[in-house]
């Protein structure tokens, strides 16, 4: 799957918005995706970045992620650092500039924005640990990829149709 500019401005635009929770880490990156995908094809029938995400041990990952943010550093877009939190060295993605989501609708903002405001409070251990409860993710082998049709069989405490 190649990397198209949309799912460049929607890892580029979550960094931007989660830049004051300090639990803003690699992992937190990774979920916010995951559940604004996963969620939004739950109530649309397609995915906003439209990458594919991958079972691995820590929660579901976004495949290509690394590519996305390699072009984002080498663009002048973010940087990486490293801080601790809670005595735990985090990842931490600043951006440099604005981010400029031209591509994504007013609907497809609006739903990431509900998905930062419903996640981006999440320490790494705590929204790992809720997604590893997603049907999506359980039905699914390690390694593998996550099949997004799975989210119609998510329980009320995931399903987003419930929310709607």
């Keep these: 799957m190649s990397v198209?500019?949309?799912?460049?401005?929607?890892?580029?635009?979550?960094i931007q918005e989660c830049q004051k929770s300090p639990t803003f880490g690699m992992t937190l990156l990774y979920k916010l995706l995951y559940f604004t995908d996963f969620d939004y094809y739950e109530l649309n029938g397609t995915s906003i970045?439209?990458?594919d995400y991958r079972r691995i041990p820590l929660g579901p990952a976004p495949c290509d992620i690394d590519i996305v943010l390699s072009q984002l550093k080498a663009e002048g877009a973010i940087k990486e650092t490293r801080l601790e939190f809670s005595g735990v060295k985090q990842r931490r993605l600043i951006p440099l500039?604005?981010?400029k989501p031209e591509h994504l609708s007013a609907i497809e903002i609006k739903h990431i924005d509900n998905e930062i405001q419903k996640y981006s409070g999440w320490t790494a251990r705590n929204i790992s640990a809720f997604s590893h409860e997603d049907m999506p993710f359980k039905a699914t082998e390690e390694n593998e990829l996550i099949d997004y049709k799975l989210v119609f069989y998510r329980g009320d405490k995931?399903?987003?149709?419930?929310?709607?």
């Design 4 to 14: 198209t500019e949309k799912y460049k401005e929607v890892v580029h635009y979550i």
């Design 49 to 51: 970045t439209g990458t």
């Design 97 to 99: 500039e604005p981010a």
């Design 158 to 164: 995931f399903s987003v149709r419930q929310e709607e």
